[in-house]
């Protein structure tokens, strides 16, 4: 064997043991590891308590809804009339605007000329209101309206056949140019039971309690204007 031989074979005597080595190494356990190890969390992970919203991300709806109640005004029985409109966020929190209107006109006092009068009144705010889900497609929700409203003495059309006012006022007749309005202020808490017929469309029955303040003029107070509101409403949206 010549000189080149033998390097070859010294070349590969030497590398021998090195694969031996790993060829074991690669065999000796006898099994391939498939543990997966688990993925890092998140920077922004959230470990503390239940949030009011949850930990996700927020879902964004809105709604319109219209009702009907039933109420007491200046000591009469009236309909009431409501219009809704709100930002439903995470399917619970409603944020919106609320506005509603008697739909009775009691009979007023006569004006200087003799003419019949008649009242009116209406009012609207924030609404606010969060609903809690339980296993049943009916869950309950709580509610709060705050706002401003005013009632207004106006001549009677005809359009109506309230009974005739008591006008046993100790009052100057001439008090009533002074003005045709009366603001107030009020709050209206409220519970309901909801329930989702589709993705897009709701009932609800609604009980509450009207509570008002600043009601001075016409003779009016404000237990001429408190009262229950008991109805229901339906509301489309996305929910």
Do not use: C
């Amino acid at each position: 064997m010549g000189v080149g031989g033998s390097l070859v074979l010294a070349v590969l005597a030497s590398s021998a043991p090195s694969w031996g080595a790993n060829n074991s190494e690669a065999s000796g356990s006898g099994h391939i590891d498939l543990h997966v190890a688990p993925a890092p969390k998140p920077r922004d992970s959230y470990e503390g308590p239940p949030l009011l919203l949850g930990g996700k991300k927020l879902k964004v709806g809105a709604y319109a809804s219209l009702g009907g109640a039933y109420t007491r005004m200046i000591g009469q029985d009236s309909g009431l009339v409501s219009f809704e409109g709100a930002l439903l966020l995470d399917h619970r929190l409603s944020i919106g605007l609320a506005g509603y209107g008697f739909t009775r006109t009691p009979r007023g006092p006569l004006a200087l000329d003799g003419s019949k009068q008649q009242f009116g009144a209406g009012y609207g705010g924030l609404a606010i209101r969060y609903s809690i889900f339980g296993n049943l497609p009916v869950y309950g929700t709580f509610g709060l309206v705050l706002g401003a409203g005013a009632i207004n003495l106006h001549r009677d059309n005809g359009w109506d056949d309230e009974s005739n006012w008591d006008d046993s006022f100790n009052h100057d007749g001439r008090e009533w140019d002074e003005g045709r309005f009366d603001a107030f202020l009020f709050a209206q808490p409220e519970i309901a039971l909801n329930t989702n017929v589709t993705r897009w469309l709701r009932l609800g029955a609604t009980v509450g309690y009207r509570f008002t303040g600043g009601v001075s003029r016409f003779d009016l107070g404000e237990s001429d204007l408190n009262g229950i509101v008991a109805g229901g409403n339906i509301q489309v949206g996305w929910f």
